[in-house]
């Protein structure tokens, strides 16, 4: 069973910014990201980013978030800024060797 610890959602205002990130101790993953799903929405690509750092975002948050991982801390973050209320959704963190690993979600809610 492969542990992912997720932290930083929250309620922010439109225009602010939180940082997610996600951790899978002693687990080394070649690709991690984020995807987001709301209400009554399909689960959707948020950003990617390989072992070697290259990112790939969704045209949606692309200028906004940045994503980027510590590889010696086994972590992928996300930041994001200029928040928008369209951008309120579980976001889930997700990481591939062989397999796909899901962490449990975390609430972004943002506020108008």
């Known amino acids: 069973q492969v542990q992912m610890e997720e932290s930083g959602g929250g309620l922010v205002q439109a225009g602010g910014s939180l940082r997610l990130s996600c951790a899978t101790p002693?687990?080394?993953?070649?690709?991690m990201g984020w995807y987001r799903q709301a209400p009554g929405f399909q689960r959707e690509l948020v950003a990617t980013?390989?072992?070697?750092?290259?990112?790939t975002y969704a045209d949606s948050v692309k200028g906004r978030f940045t994503i980027s991982r510590d590889n010696t801390k086994n972590t992928v973050y996300l930041q994001m800024n200029s928040l928008k209320p369209e951008d309120t959704a579980v976001y889930y963190c997700?990481?591939?060797?062989?397999?796909?690993?899901w962490g449990q979600g975390t609430q972004v809610t943002v506020s108008s």
């Open positions: 002693g687990r080394v993953f070649g690709v």
């Open positions: 980013i390989t072992i070697d750092r290259t990112p």
């Open positions: 997700h990481a591939r060797i062989s397999n796909n690993y």
